[in-house]
T-cell receptor, first 112, second 114 residues
């Protein structure tokens, strides 16, 4: 499985754009990149998934360069409620029925 | 359907006791997963079911752990002879069959073993 590396923590202020970068140097051809968000005392929640280039939904954007060795989750105009842990996951979806392999995640603190 | 539910939300037990947790997945989801999460770490995969069949178990799942999904709907996770090291959040997730499908997580059961 491809190993992911992301910053342990980040601080931001309300209204700013936040970019969290994840490194996955040994990503395989069939691997997808998925981000989950987790609030304290809750289960993780799917944010966005992509294979290459750029993906955008109502919550976030995901930027993936051509070599796919990294990806950047972009959260536009964050609010206090975006304070959470963000996990970058990489996998081909066929390992143990698409089991998810979480790293340590990035703890985002949004300040007023 | 209101999503994945787990019961109880909290469980405090004494070392050596048995505990059982329940997970009710989203009704049309045929895949169900159990994860364990300790403080400051990401969730770790324990096991998964496709319908009623348990198809994969992590090495983290010792002989004291057993999971069932008897009718392919709800699932139970039992821990026998609990140890202090079993203290963690136990998360259940469900999804449709197929690669890359989104997994929907429940709120978890927080186990404290005294």
């Amino acid at each position: 499985l491809a190993k992911t590396t992301q910053p342990i923590s980040m601080d931001s202020y309300e209204g700013q754009e936040v970019n969290i970068t994840c490194s996955h140097n040994n990503i395989a051809t069939n691997d997808y990149i998925t981000w989950y968000q987790q609030f304290p005392s809750q289960g993780p929640r799917f944010i966005i998934q992509g294979y290459k280039t750029k993906v955008t939904n109502e919550v976030a954007s995901l930027f993936i360069p051509a070599d796919r060795k990294s990806s950047t989750l972009s959260l536009p105009r964050v609010s206090l409620s975006d304070t959470a842990v963000y996990y970058c996951l990489v996998g081909d979806g066929n390992n143990a029925g698409n089991m998810l392999t979480f790293g340590g995640g990035t703890r985002l603190m949004v300040k007023p | 359907d209101t999503g994945v539910s787990q019961n109880p939300r909290h469980k405090i037990t004494k070392r050596g006791q048995n505990v059982t947790f329940r997970c009710d997945p989203i009704s049309e989801h045929n895949r169900l997963y159990w994860y364990r999460q300790t403080l400051g770490q990401g969730p770790e995969f324990l096991t998964y079911f496709q319908n009623e069949a348990q198809l994969e178990k992590s090495r983290l799942l010792s002989d004291r752990f057993s999971a069932e999904r008897p009718k392919g709907s709800f699932s139970t996770l039992e821990i026998q002879r609990t140890e202090q090291g079993d203290s963690a959040m136990y998360l259940c997730a469900s999804s449709l069959e197929g690669p890359h499908n989104e997994q929907f997580f429940g709120p978890g059961t927080r186990l404290t073993v005294l």
